[in-house]
């Protein structure tokens, strides 16, 4: 059973930056892409960017080129997501979503068919 | 990107059938068959309900049904039931990104 576990709640300044991670069990951590995608208080989701594990290979919104980063641990099958020069408008959930494997990874076409629980992270001075 | 435009809400009776639109452009719903559909309830994960336009993931209600014309996306939920009560949101792929739509709440009168 595939299952994406990801980080807890964080409260940050702004200014500063965080981390979430998203640790995937019950598959093959290797034949997909993982996406991470954001759901302000009350708005819509938001798709921030994506990396392929197995070659270490991110692409990110335009939106957010230069403020995210995100990486992929394969020994622990963990997938991170890294927003810097954080504001309040980040105040969100975060939330790390699996590209179905049965498509192929580079294209970007794959549906979302697992999410982990999402990570409320809150930006408030 | 811009947001593709959905209903802020839409509502049905029991029983009743409904029809959520999502409308984008030739470069991302009108120019790919990648058109999904999310179910989230408050406090949830999003759900996926659709891919591809019009296929179903194994254990999702035959209720469920997607389709397009042009630029826009449908999704209809047949038969509504009061556990369909939910937000919806439809995706499509869009140059190497996904883009999301604006989000409709679906309300079980």
């Known amino acids: 059973q595939v299952q994406l576990v990801q980080s807890g709640a964080e409260v940050k300044k702004p200014g500063s930056s965080v981390k979430v991670s998203c640790k995937a069990s019950?598959?093959?951590?290797?034949?997909?892409?993982i996406s991470w995608v954001r759901q302000a208080p009350g708005q819509g989701l938001e798709w921030m960017g994506r990396?392929?594990?197995?070659?270490?290979?991110?692409n990110y919104a335009q939106k957010f080129q230069g403020r995210v980063t995100i990486t992929a641990d394969k020994s622990t099958s963990t997938a991170y997501m890294e927003l810097s020069s954080l504001r309040s408008e980040d105040t969100a959930v975060y939330y790390c979503a699996r590209g179905d494997p049965g498509y192929d990874f580079w294209s970007g076409y794959a549906p979302f068919d697992y999410w982990g629980q999402g990570t409320l992270v809150t930006v408030s001075s | 990107q811009s947001a593709l435009t959905q209903p802020a809400s839409v509502s049905g009776s029991p029983g009743q059938s409904i029809t959520i639109s999502c409308t984008g452009t030739?470069?991302?719903?009108?120019?790919?068959?990648?058109v999904s559909w999310y179910q989230q309830h408050p406090g949830k994960a999003p759900k996926l309900m659709i891919y591809d336009v019009s296929n179903r993931p194994s254990g999702v209600s035959n209720r469920f049904s997607g389709s397009k014309s042009g630029n826009t996306a449908s999704l209809t939920i047949s038969g509504l039931q009061a556990e369909d009560e939910a937000d919806y949101y439809c995706?499509?792929?869009?140059?190497?990104?996904?883009?999301f739509g604006t989000g409709t709440k679906v309300t079980v009168l």
């Open positions: 019950g598959g093959t951590f290797s034949s997909y892409a």
């Open positions: 030739s470069s991302d719903v009108g120019g790919y068959n990648y």
């Open positions: 990396i392929i594990p197995i070659l270490g290979i991110a």
């Open positions: 995706s499509s792929y869009t140059s190497s990104s996904k883009v």
